[in-house]
């Protein structure tokens, strides 16, 4: 129904930026809020960012001040800017978008199958 495809991970020194995006694509009426997580090794899965389909957003406070998450409403993709990156932030990092399938029902959660991102000290 819906699919999502993470892109721009990556090995980076420690200070670098790189630049997450999240394509949707499939059959949906609206997506809503979209969502990046991380998992680190041997950690649990962690909330980064969120952003609604009206702009808020909200980051976690170990990445607020560095990372930037944003949205191409037109293109069904939706961006994490990580700037100043750690050895702390290297993870596997999730696109997560709560979409409505049709106008009547409510959301549905999809997730997408993650992209690597490795900092270097």
């Known amino acids: 129904q819906v699919q999502l495809m993470e892109s721009g991970g990556g090995l980076v020194q420690a200070g670098g930026s790189l630049r997450l995006s999240c394509a949707a694509s499939?059959?949906?009426?609206?997506?809503?809020?979209i969502n990046w997580y991380r998992q680190a090794p041997g950690n649990q899965r962690e909330f980064v960012a969120q952003?609604?389909?009206?702009?808020?957003?909200n980051t976690a406070d170990s990445v607020k001040g560095r990372f930037t998450i944003s949205r191409d409403n037109a293109n069904n993709t939706f961006y994490l800017q990580a700037n100043g990156l750690k050895p702390d932030d290297t993870a596997v990092y999730y696109c997560?978008?709560?979409?409505?399938?049709?106008?009547?029902?409510?959301?549905?959660?999809?997730w997408g199958q993650g992209t690597r991102v490795t900092v270097s000290s």
């Open positions: 997560a978008a709560d979409v409505k399938l049709i106008s009547y029902l409510s959301t549905s959660r999809f």
């Open positions: 952003i609604t389909s009206s702009g808020t957003t």
């Open positions: 499939g059959r949906f009426f609206s997506i809503e809020t």
